[in-house]
Every structure is written in structure tokens, then in C-alpha cells.
């Protein structure tokens, strides 16, 4: 069984479209997270919900809303994708506390043409 | 805001030898440290961790670690490398007082040689 689950693992767009990737954790996990990895590998988080609530919104466009419908859930939507979307997005949960760590998804690799 | 600096954005070791990859980091409060590889097209793995107590901490593959908090630092180490270790090594820390954020660094790829 796949802890952490992304679909699709790749995604080709065209720019102007609206995509949406989803994301689903079968380890009843309370916290979710979504990163985006850059052509430098950077990882950089984007957001975390924490039980369905907006913990961490970073500086990131209102292009991009994530969506949890339930705990297990946290989903990314993204609106008018532009060519610097271009990126893998990561998808990890982690328990409530602090010192547990993260699990994360294969990934979706995002390519804007 | 806590985060993490990985000095080197390379590491080449020859197989058997010892591997070290390097991490310090900066917390307002004190830290939750974590590593994590990643193999090409895959997602990030996790290693090990340090909460609390014994400074030296073991993890998956072989791996350790050690936590330093005078000099803010948890390097990543493993006796004799083998090729297949051959991946891109993330550090991370997390703020005991915080949100739950979890800051990585830059990565570093490190290349084992046969």
C-alpha cells in the first residue's frame, strides 16, 4: 500500500490552463503539505493543513489553492499555469506533533509549454 | 524563522570510503532535526532523526548522525559508502515551539565512486 499518493505523476500543459493535482495519505496522519521542488532541487513548502485547517499559506500566488475535503485528502488546484510553474510538486503528511517526520509522495512533475 | 544550510553542493566519496554530508542549522527555539534521501524521479525518503537525549542517533541503510548544538550542527555520516548510496541528501529542521513548519536546505547530491 502507498502511504502517500499523487496523481498524475507527470502533467503536460499548456499555459492559461487550470490543472489540479491530487493527493491522498492512508496513515491517518492529522497534518498534510504540499512543496514544490525546483529545476535546483530547492524544496520549498507551499502549504500545510493541519485536520482540514490552513496552517502554513506561504508566499505563494492566489494562482494556487489548495483544498482538503477531509483529513486524508489535500489537494492543489492551479489557476492560469504559467511557464515558472514548471516544477515537481510534492505531496507529505506527518503526525500532529512536532518530532514526528514526514512522508512523502512520488511527486508530480509539472511541465508549463 | 528556522532553516538550514547545507555548505556543499557536491560530495564525492570512493566506495568504502567514510561519507560525511554536512548541515547546520538556526532555530529560535531548540530543534527537531531530520534527513532525507532522494533517489532520481522519486520522492524523499526518510532516514533519521534526532528529538531529544543521546546525541548520536542511527538510522535507515547505515546511516548516522550526530546532533551538535554548540556549534548547530547535525552531519550526516556513514562508515563505508556503497555506490547505491548514491542520491541527493536533504537536511531539515523543525522549530519545537513552531508552527510545524519544515525547513529544508539546498540538498546536497553525493557521488560514489566505484
Known amino acids: 500500500d502507498t502511504a502517500v499518493s499523487q496523481t498524475p505523476k507527470y502533467l503536460v500543459t499548456q499555459m492559461g490552463n487550470d490543472k489540479s493535482i491530487k493527493c491522498e495519505q492512508n496513515l491517518g496522519h492529522d497534518t498534510m503539505y504540499w512543496y514544490k521542488q525546483d529545476s535546483k532541487k530547492f524544496l520549498k513548502i507551499m502549504f500545510s493543513y493541519n485536520n482540514k485547517e490552513l496552517i502554513i499559506n506561504e508566499t505563494v500566488p492566489n494562482r494556487f489553492s489548495p483544498k482538503s475535503p477531509d483529513k486524508a485528502h489535500l489537494n492543489l488546484h492551479i489557476n492560469s499555469l504559467e511557464l515558472g510553474d514548471s516544477a515537481v510538486y510534492f505531496c507529505a503528511s506527518s503526525g500532529g506533533q512536532a518530532n514526528t517526520e514526514a512522508f512523502f509522495g512520488q511527486g508530480t512533475r509539472l511541465t508549463v509549454v | 524563522a528556522q532553516s538550514v544550510a547545507q555548505p556543499e553542493d557536491q560530495v564525492n566519496v570512493a566506495e568504502g570510503n567514510p561519507l560525511t554530508v554536512k548541515c547546520t542549522y538556526s532555530v529560535s527555539g531548540n530543534p527537531y532535526l531530520f534527513w532525507y534521501v532522494q533517489y532520481p524521479n522519486r520522492g524523499l525518503q526518510f532516514l533519521l532523526k534526532y528529538i531529544t537525549g543521546d546525541n548520536l542517533v542511527k538510522g535507515s541503510y547505515g546511516f548516522e548522525a550526530e546532533f551538535n548544538k554548540s556549534q548547530t550542527s547535525f552531519h550526516l555520516k556513514k562508515p563505508s559508502a556503497l555506490v547505491s548510496d548514491s542520491a541527493l541528501y536533504f537536511c531539515?529542521?523543525?522549530?519545537?515551539?513552531?508552527?510545524?513548519?519544515?525547513?529544508f536546505g539546498k540538498g546536497n547530491q553525493v557521488v560514489v565512486i566505484p
Open positions: 531539515a529542521v523543525r522549530d519545537q515551539r513552531g508552527n510545524n513548519r519544515l525547513a
